[in-house]
């Protein structure tokens, strides 16, 4: 977050994690769950598009 980033990719075996996560940063992050590291990818591929269809990444 302190460098921008709007999303998280998360594996879906951390999908019941992500319900620990501070309220505070839920606010600002959008999660991105997977379950196949090539969808992953393929998710973050997309991020860096500024036609994101998941969410958009601030570039670095």
Known sequence: MDNGARCALIPIENKRHFL?????????????????????ARKAIGMKRS????????ST
Do not use: K, L, N
């Not at 996560?21 to 606010?27: G, L, P, Q, T």
């Open 20 to 40: 620990e996560v501070s309220a505070d940063i839920v606010e600002r992050v959008d999660p991105v769950f997977y379950g196949d590291p090539v969808v992953a």
């Open 51 to 58: 036609c994101a269809p998941v969410c958009t990444a601030s």
